[in-house]
């Protein structure tokens, strides 16, 4: 996965995590409709593997 998939992949994370849904969904989606076979499978494995981080309190993070 690019670096800057994953970077906007963490971002919406981040964005869920404090409620800005909408926003989220601006950073995360161009990039998952923009990405190839390849990268879309990194994508879908790394948001299974992640799952937690968008609803996880931020305190807790590690």
């Known amino acids: 996965m690019r670096p800057s998939t994953l970077r906007a992949l ?3 994370a981040e964005l869920t995590r404090q ?3 909408t926003e989220a ?3 995360a ?3 998952i409709l923009n990405a190839d076979d390849q990268e879309g499978a990194e994508i879908r ?3 299974a593997e992640h799952v937690t981080d968008f609803t996880r309190d ?3 993070r590690s």
């Open 10 to 12: 963490q971002r919406a």
């Open 19 to 21: 409620n800005h849904f």
């Open 25 to 27: 969904l601006l950073v």
């Open 29 to 31: 989606e161009p990039v």
């Open 45 to 47: 494995r790394w948001l």
């Open 58 to 60: 931020k305190e807790i």
